[in-house]
């Protein structure tokens, strides 16, 4: 009977000095609280906080296995991430940065201008009714994220080929030297002539008769369509 006493006394000692012990390893660690949600491999008390043993190990349930350690979650992370992180893969310990927010799409807007409104018929020398025009652009590119500036120039069919190839880009080179002396950057602005290989008009003026009414009807033809990409 004595000897049992002194047994009981040992390990009421032995508990008391675990005890003694505990608080100073418990305030080492951060509580673990977990969602509450589905099947949770920890004890887990009123607070859904992971209950710890006196040297800060979690108390394993009979739902415990390394793939319920590896999903059920405290907060953003798997809970084995605090509990058993030498069994949970680290790379589902990591937080991963948000996703960056897609900036604004740009946008497109083709203006498609008369040539006869902005030079004179047969030239390539911008008229004061052509660069007003262009000054609009010239904002327009200003207050936008500029991308890119396309300006194509078209011409119609009178004339030779090369010569009207010629002139197309003779015309969407002026518009460009307009843009950058308004402040576009010139490596913002691309040309291209594309001469009188693009026409508009079909074949409605085939039987047009005399020259002046030729011209009068290819009008549409000749143009120079300006496309300013940016977004805002």
Same mark, same amino acid.
Request: glycine content about 8%; proline content about 4%; some cysteine.
């Given at each position: 009977?004595?000897? +049992?006493?002194?047994? +009981?006394?040992?390990?009421?000692? #032995?508990?008391?000095?675990?005890?003694?012990?505990?608080?100073?390893?418990? #305030? +080492?660690?951060?509580?673990?609280?977990?969602?509450?949600?589905?099947?949770? @491999?920890?004890?887990?008390?009123?607070?859904?906080?992971? #209950? &710890? =043993?006196?040297?800060?190990?979690?108390?394993?349930?009979?739902?415990?296995?390394?793939?319920?350690?590896?999903?059920?979650?405290? *907060?953003?992370?798997?809970? *084995?991430?605090?509990?058993?992180?030498?069994?949970?893969?680290?790379?589902?310990?990591?937080?991963?940065?948000?996703?960056?927010? @897609?900036?604004?799409?740009?946008?497109? /807007?083709?203006?498609?201008? =008369?040539?006869?409104?902005?030079?004179?018929?047969?030239?390539?020398?911008?008229?004061?009714?052509?660069?007003?025009?262009?000054?609009?652009?010239?904002? +327009?590119?200003?207050?936008?994220?500029?991308?890119?500036?396309?300006?194509?120039?078209?011409? /119609?069919?009178?004339?030779?080929?090369?010569?009207?190839?010629?002139?197309?880009?003779?015309?969407? #080179?002026?518009?460009?030297?307009?843009?950058?002396?308004?402040?576009?950057?010139?490596?913002?602005?691309? $040309?291209?002539?594309?001469?009188? $290989?693009?026409?508009? $008009?079909?074949?409605?003026?085939?039987?047009?008769?005399?020259?002046?009414?030729?011209?009068?009807?290819?009008? @549409?033809? &000749? &143009?120079?369509?300006?496309?300013?990409? *940016? =977004?805002?």
């Amino acid at each position: 009977m004595i000897k +049992q006493s002194k047994k +009981q006394m040992l390990m009421l000692a #032995a508990i008391a000095s675990i005890g003694l012990s505990a608080p100073s390893a418990f #305030a +080492q660690v951060s509580d673990v609280v977990v969602a509450g949600k589905g099947e949770i @491999p920890y004890v887990i008390d009123a607070r859904n906080v992971v #209950a &710890r =043993s006196g040297t800060g190990l979690c108390w394993r349930t009979g739902y415990w296995s390394p793939a319920a350690a590896s999903t059920a979650l405290a *907060g953003d992370l798997p809970v *084995g991430c605090a509990c058993d992180k030498d069994i949970v893969p680290a790379d589902k310990c990591t937080v991963k940065a948000a996703a960056a927010a @897609p900036g604004p799409k740009p946008t497109a /807007d083709k203006v498609k201008l =008369s040539a006869d409104a902005l030079f004179d018929f047969d030239k390539a020398v911008l008229k004061a009714e052509g660069k007003a025009k262009l000054d609009q652009l010239a904002a +327009q590119a200003k207050s936008l994220k500029l991308e890119v500036i396309l300006a194509v120039g078209h011409t /119609d069919r009178l004339g030779s080929n090369t010569y009207n190839q010629r002139l197309s880009e003779r015309r969407a #080179a002026a518009v460009k030297t307009y843009l950058v002396s308004k402040g576009v950057d010139a490596n913002r602005v691309y $040309t291209e002539g594309k001469g009188e $290989t693009q026409p508009v $008009t079909g074949n409605k003026c085939d039987k047009v008769g005399g020259r002046a009414a030729q011209i009068s009807c290819l009008q @549409p033809d &000749r &143009r120079v369509e300006v496309e300013v990409i *940016g =977004s805002k």
